[in-house]
DNA sequence: GCCGGGTGTACGTTATCACGTACACCCGGC
DNA sequence: GCCGGGTGTACGTGATAACGTACACCCGGC
């Protein structure tokens, strides 16, 4: 699988904006109205020939209906990874066991894991992933069994096929409290990477 | 003349800069070091003192081991929100069927769904959700039977419990070749809206 | 107290971004 | 031929981004 390139890669959204212009019908006097960038200016950037602030290049986005992260998103390729079933990374273990189904790129997005927790457990416990930073969010589905959720001093009682969203960075741990084992899908999104 | 506000969004990428750098533990001189980048101008950048070149915004992300578009995505905050497993939004039928786990609510970072394929059956028919906006990036998990996976031109068979990432906004489908029923459960993060 | 070694920030200079104006060019009408 | 009205680009100026240096600050050692 192609590994995330590292290196200080020259960004020329150019020829991109060129394209989206054109396909847009627009002149670049259209642009220029519509994003509030002189036509020179969109000219120079088009051709590469100056590196924009991201002020301009974020009102250039805006003009073609683009946010800046969607604009610079499309010359950056893509990346296909998979993590076979086998090869996952494995954790816990006891009464609360865990697996990454994410590979561990750095700027992966979103951590994919699925907790089995033995009646009576509860994760947080020592040997568990760290907490999250601050700015995460988690998202998580009940895939079997009953559990309950406490967050930020509330609980909240979820059942199979429950799904719930909450800030990852508050205080927050998953308990069974029932005689059934229970599984867990849990989404944590904006992964922060210590080094 | 009058200027459109139509993209008067300030990018303020400095708070999020500074979040990161401190989250990995670097100073501002690691980090210049790291990036190619002046520690001085690092430093007014987190201040939002200065509205950086892509160049420089691109470097500093690749500090960061990110992409600038990773690094452009904007957050917002949220609470907790419980979806009961009867209360899902679902779509879809016949031979692909699909739910929606996750809330509506804007600033959703990851959208979860799960998706029911028969024998034969293929995602990105009719009735299905509208293909992703550009910037962003998928994980599926095979919940069980297989599955291909069919983006850009290349075909990846994947097994129960494989897991894959990739830009959601590649041409993409799955198809179930089998003769078993496929479930899939599908995260789409970075869902970002127009204006 | 006095130091190094670390942090982040203010200063002054250079490079360049971004603007408005003005230009060269290509077409359809007349 | 000569025009407008349209395109995209070169020019010169003011603004500012980016740099290197130097500063003020906080700590642990001695």
């Known amino acids: 699988m192609a590994v995330l390139?590292?290196?200080?890669?020259?960004?020329?959204?150019?020829?991109?904006?060129?394209?989206?212009r054109e396909?847009?019908?627009?002149?670049?006097?259209?642009?220029?109205?519509?994003?509030?960038?002189?036509?020179?200016?969109?000219?120079?950037?088009?051709?590469?020939?100056?590196?924009?602030?991201l002020q301009i290049a974020s009102r250039i986005a805006h003009g073609l209906d683009l946010r800046l992260s969607q604009l610079l998103r499309l010359d950056e390729g893509g990346v296909v990874s998979v993590v076979r079933a086998q090869d996952r990374r494995r954790g816990g273990?006891?009464?609360?066991?865990f697996e990454i189904l994410t590979p561990p790129l750095p700027g992966q997005r979103a951590e994919l894991s699925r907790h089995v927790l033995a009646p009576g457990a509860r994760t947080g416990e020592q040997g568990d992933p760290p907490m999250h930073e601050a700015g995460a969010r988690e998202v998580a589905l009940v895939e079997r069994g009953s559990l309950v959720l406490a967050i930020d001093g509330e609980r909240h009682t979820l059942s199979e096929g429950d799904c719930v969203t909450f800030d990852a960075d508050?205080?927050?741990?998953?308990?069974?409290?029932?005689?059934?084992?229970a599984v867990l899908l849990a989404i944590v999104s904006a992964g922060l990477r210590r080094s």
């Open 5 to 20: 390139e590292n290196s200080e890669r020259v960004i020329h959204i150019g020829p991109r904006v060129r394209a989206l």
């Open 23 to 53: 396909a847009m019908d627009l002149s670049l006097r259209d642009l220029a109205e519509r994003s509030g960038v002189s036509a020179p200016m969109l000219s120079q950037v088009e051709r590469g020939e100056t590196s924009p602030t």
């Open 93 to 97: 273990g006891g009464k609360h066991a």
């Open 170 to 181: 508050l205080e927050h741990h998953f308990e069974n409290p029932t005689r059934e084992e």
